[in-house]
């Protein structure tokens, strides 16, 4: 995983060239970590182990503890120091190979501290190291994820300075946010208003009652008054029929009397008329 990410920002291509520092060798003689044979089952590719002439001098000058790494250090293969004639300290001299940039596009496996935390900080450096008889590839380094970035934002069209700006102004818009954020009340939210409930209307609150025992006497006055309308209005239409059936009864009798007293006078012409 973390060589793909070296493979693909900085054309990290095989047959890599690994170059190792003096206690790198020691500790993968005491664990017994064959370097030629494991190292590449690490890569997953074939891996040239390297040392400078420095490292070499450095181990011989070790002594006795240091001879066996010695003897496996002859049998690598053999870079040329970045730095001027003449022999330097061992980590002097790696630092100068790494460079500022690693153009030599070289990994490096180093056990001392400080010239590890040296390579962390060049881009395009992958580091080694052995950890209780386990050999590590770790991960990039700020420097080396820095560099990427600032690649892929070259390809897209944004320099250093305009991402800063981009950058200042998204955090501008955050800011403003939050103080939104902070003026709203804080408290329950109101319900959705499709799933309130209509209010009920509350009605008019009426007179207070009165207790039944002292309302039972206006109660009787307020039911005789009606019987006694109802009463009235009962007999005025009794009247009226009354005298319409009256004023027909006059009439009947009148249109007889009329018929009467025609039928007479017919009866007398026609013996008047018989006389003659």
Do not use: W
């Not at 040392?51 to 293969?77: D, H, M, P, W």
């Amino acid at each position: 995983k973390h060589l793909e990410f070296y493979k693909l920002n900085f054309a990290l291509t095989p047959p890599y060239k690994l170059a190792v520092d003096g206690e790198f060798i020691q500790q993968c003689l005491r664990y017994k970590i064959h370097i030629k044979e494991q190292i590449p089952k690490l890569f997953q590719n074939t891996v040239v182990p390297c040392v400078t002439k420095c490292t070499v001098s450095r181990l011989r000058r070790a002594g006795n503890q240091y001879s066996g790494a010695a003897i496996i250090a002859k049998r690598f293969e053999r870079i040329q120091c970045s730095h001027e004639k003449g022999v330097k300290k061992e980590e002097e001299c790696l630092r100068a190979l790494v460079g500022k940039r690693n153009e030599l596009k070289i990994c490096f496996g180093a056990q001392v501290v400080s010239l590890r935390n040296s390579i962390r900080k060049v881009p395009a450096a992958p580091l080694l190291y052995i950890r209780e008889g386990v050999p590590i590839f770790e991960a990039p380094s700020k420097a080396s994820q820095y560099e990427s970035k600032e690649k892929s934002s070259a390809k897209v069209g944004l320099s250093s300075t305009e991402k800063k700006k981009v950058q200042e102004a998204i955090e501008e818009e955050k800011g403003k946010q939050e103080k939104l954020l902070r003026r709203k009340r804080k408290g329950p939210r109101e319900p959705n208003p499709l799933s309130r409930k209509k209010k009920k209307t509350h009605k008019v609150a009426s007179a207070p009652k009165k207790d039944k025992k002292e309302s039972k006497p206006e109660v009787q006055a307020e039911i005789t008054v009606q019987k006694e309308k109802t009463v009235s209005d009962a007999e005025r239409l009794r009247r009226m029929r009354r005298r319409r059936r009256g004023k027909k009864k006059k009439k009947a009798s009148l249109e007889e009397k009329n018929d009467g007293d025609g039928k007479e006078d017919k009866n007398e012409f026609s013996l008047g008329e018989t006389e003659q």
